[in-house]
């Protein structure tokens, strides 16, 4: 079986009052919620982990590959800024979704930059708690086509 990690960033905890014209409504419980069902449907084991912590974040990534065989991240506002990240998920070589909920091609010019997007499989952005759903069933699909 299958086992994916899901990283959410800074901030993702506010889900649900954070922003709901932008982000939407559901919270981050529901979303991880929704992902776990996903796995279940698809085969796969679902583990789901939030950190404003960058340091926490590179840390969880450098020791997935232990127990994890790919990662659907929403990086939060480190998209743009951490090449930490970047180079964590490069040493350890995990196949990786990039997803973000809202369309960060369509928001300031600051968000346009992704220090992930090369590395990752893919990206997908601007579907809501979707982009979650998306990033997952393209990742399962990578993986079983690629094992």
Known sequence: ?????VLHGPNLNLL???EPGVYGSATLDEINAMLRSLGKELGV??????SNIEGELVTWIQQAPSQFQGLVLNAGGYTH???ALR?????VGLPMVEVHMSNIHGRES????????????????GFG?????????????ALQDNP
């Open 1 to 5: 079986m299958l086992h994916i990690l």
């Open 16 to 18: 649900g009052t954070r």
């Open 45 to 50: 084991a679902v583990e789901t982990r939030q």
């Open 81 to 83: 800024t951490s090449i």
């Open 87 to 91: 180079d964590a998920i490069v040493g």
């Open 110 to 125: 600051f968000r346009r930059r992704s220090y992930l997007a090369a590395i990752a499989l893919g990206q997908i952005s």
């Open 129 to 141: 708690s979707q982009s979650y759903v998306l990033g997952l069933r393209a990742l399962v699909q």
